[in-house]
């Protein structure tokens, strides 16, 4: 049977005569001599069968030892497939590249999200549903307003989201579909809820704009009747949605399935998953970016610069992926944007510092030998900022797109019968049982 767990010492050496059959590995604990047959599934073996592996009754049973989760799978998805190797990024079967090309944001969105892109119908009354949603609760923007003037975007954006549980308290039925869908609209649109942070009154959306058209009507509409949405930028933003709206399982969707994995409601799942996006390493990348290149200052001071990343004085941001080993393909594509939008708004002055850095970067040796090439952040900033966009909104940018994946990954979660709520093992390495020792007795 290739399911079955060989367990008995007498049994194992009746396995070991013949050879086993099937997807199976074969598994010898040295401290017993006994020999076990575990399973292989979709090139795994359940970590729990290793729970068998005991040196006697009261052994807990092996485990595995994996901080990061550098080589452990947490669940089985069809939503995105990676090859690091290969630079391959598809959702749901469709290449990265072709969506890219002719697909928009929403339309990828409601991809990612169930699984199919979209019939005329279905795509018609999904925008809808979008746009009935855009309103945002009154009392949302109140509470936006009490954040300080020259507080982070980011901030503005987790305490905005988590405080959605407060206003829509139907999302708590985290197993009724209609809920679900109804949360899933509203979360689409969540991240609107910043631009109070850069100081300028709350704009209501435009329902004749796009959903990309409409945000940038909502950022950058002053004091003109109807926001004029160049199409080139809008195409532009459209694209760099798509680019960030899922990556299977990077910090912050993990972070969205453990949190989401305790029943509570999505928006508390997602104020944590945005948490875990802030931060430097991953979705803060894109502002560190900018500030390491103005920081730069000049393409004179690359080599300097290099020099001190190498001597392991901090990283060159924007560099390095877990699982891109060649390239990310969405750095190429990246590329090729920020020229259509440089055409319009001009070239960044950064960009030139950014080619040169690559190009340093590339052909030397400490890059090469650990597989260090541009990652998706190291030249989105330069777009926004070309945009318009101030450095802060970086990051947010990646959160709103990154709604669509965060909700997608959430319910496959909820839904998938091998998940239950998540609770990774520790090795404790800490002092053995020891009494208490009081106050005046302590050297
Ligand atoms: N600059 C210089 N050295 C680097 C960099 C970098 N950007 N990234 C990795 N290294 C070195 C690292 O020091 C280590 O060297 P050694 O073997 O001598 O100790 C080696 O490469 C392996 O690095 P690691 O930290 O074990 O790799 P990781 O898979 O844990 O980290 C990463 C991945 C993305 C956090 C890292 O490459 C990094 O910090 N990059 C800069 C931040 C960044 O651009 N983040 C955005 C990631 S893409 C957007 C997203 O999806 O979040």
Request: glycine letters at 6%.
């Amino acid at each position: 049977m290739a399911n079955s767990v060989t367990t008995d010492r007498n049994a194992a050496a009746s396995s070991t005569s013949s050879k086993p059959t099937g997807d199976t590995l074969t598994v010898v604990d040295n401290r017993t001599g006994k020999q076990y047959e575990l399973p292989i599934k979709d090139g795994a073996i359940r970590a729990m069968d290793l729970k068998q592996i005991k040196t006697g009754p009261d052994d807990f049973g092996l485990v595995t030892y994996d901080p990061a989760f550098m080589n452990t799978a947490s669940c089985r998805s069809t939503i995105t497939f990676i090859d690091g190797d290969k630079g391959i990024l598809e959702y749901r079967g469709y290449p990265i590249e072709q969506l890219a090309e002719s697909s928009n944001y929403l339309e990828t969105a409601y991809l990612i999200i169930f699984g199919e892109l979209p019939t005329k119908t279905q795509l018609e009354t999904w925008t809808e549903d979008i746009k009935a949603h855009w309103l945002l609760h009154e009392n949302i923007k109140k509470l936006m307003e009490g954040f300080q003037y020259d507080a982070h975007p980011m901030g503005v954006l987790i305490s905005t989201v988590g405080a959605f549980s407060t206003f829509y308290p139907d999302a708590k039925q985290i197993f009724d579909e209609s809920s679900r869908r109804k949360q899933v609209h509203r979360l689409t649109i969540a991240a609107y809820a910043y631009r109070h942070s850069i100081g300028r009154p709350y704009v209501y959306p435009d329902d004749e704009l796009s959903f990309t058209g409409n945000f940038l009507n909502m950022l950058f509409k002053r004091t003109e009747l109807k926001y004029k949405v160049s199409p080139v930028l809008e195409r532009a933003l459209d694209i760099l949605f798509i680019l960030h709206a899922d990556h299977e399982q990077n910090c912050s969707t993990s972070a969205m399935r453990g949190i989401g994995s305790s029943h509570v409601d999505p928006y508390s799942a997602m104020a944590g998953a945005a948490a875990a996006l802030y931060g430097p390493l991953h979705g803060g990348a894109n502002e560190a970016v900018l500030r390491m290149l103005q920081e730069i200052g000049s393409i004179n001071n690359i080599p300097a610069f290099i020099k001190k990343v190498k001597a392991g004085e901090g990283r060159l941001m924007g560099f390095g992926h877990r699982v891109y080993k060649s390239y990310d393909p969405r750095a190429k594509i990246i590329k090729r944007t920020a020229d259509q939008v440089f055409d319009v708004t001009g070239k960044n002055p950064l960009l030139d510092i950014a080619l040169e850095l690559e190009r340093i970067a590339l052909e030397d040796d400490y890059f090469i030998t650990r597989k260090l090439y541009p990652n998706v952040d190291f030249y989105s900033g330069l777009i926004y900022q070309a945009m318009g966009f101030p450095v802060t909104m970086f990051p947010v940018l990646f959160a709103i797109p990154r709604t669509s994946g965060w909700i997608a990954q959430w319910a496959e979660m909820l839904l998938d019968p091998d998940q239950k709520i998540t609770r990774p093992r520790q090795l404790y390495i800490g002092q053995a049982r020891r009494d208490y020792v009081p106050l005046n007795k302590r050297g």
